[in-house]
Nanobody, 122 residues
Framework: QVQLVESGGGLVQAGGSLRLSCAAS????????MGWFRQAPGKEREFVAY???????YYADSVKGRFTISRDNAKNTVYLQMNSLEPEDTAVYLC????????????????WGQGTQVTVSS
């Protein structure tokens, strides 16, 4: 049974930082591209960042230069370091796993976590 469990969310002031983690189990982690998405109330789920099997990284324009995605295959964990947070970053953040090639297309991911809430106050 595949499980993705996010942690690290919380309440932070604008300009602050958070580091999200997503621990994976039940799959061969090194064979999966990993992505982070977010969903704000009343809005569609949107792409944030992904990291490939070979550590290539891709970001949404809205977070480029502020967020950094990384992975630790020994710990079966993917991270999202978020700096210079803005109120517009407030959302539930979800990690996702896709066998093989990573993508920004949410419909192509095989597994999803339940999400962790990030709230940025102004």
């Amino acid at each position: 049974q595949v499980q993705l469990v996010e942690s690290g969310g919380g309440l932070v002031q604008a300009g602050g930082s958070l580091r999200l983690s997503c621990a994976a189990s039940g799959l061969t982690f090194r064979n999966y591209g990993m992505g982070w998405f977010r969903q704000a109330p009343g809005k569609e789920r949107e792409f944030v960042a992904y990291i490939t099997l070979t550590d290539n990284k891709y970001y949404a324009d809205s977070v480029k230069g502020r967020f950094t995605i990384s992975r630790d295959n020994a710990k079966n964990t993917v991270y999202l370091q978020m700096n210079s947070l803005e109120p517009e970053d407030t959302a539930v953040y979800l990690c996702a796993a896709r066998f093989g090639v990573s993508t920004y297309r949410k419909d192509e991911y095989n597994y999803w976590g339940q999400g962790t809430q990030v709230t940025v106050s102004s």
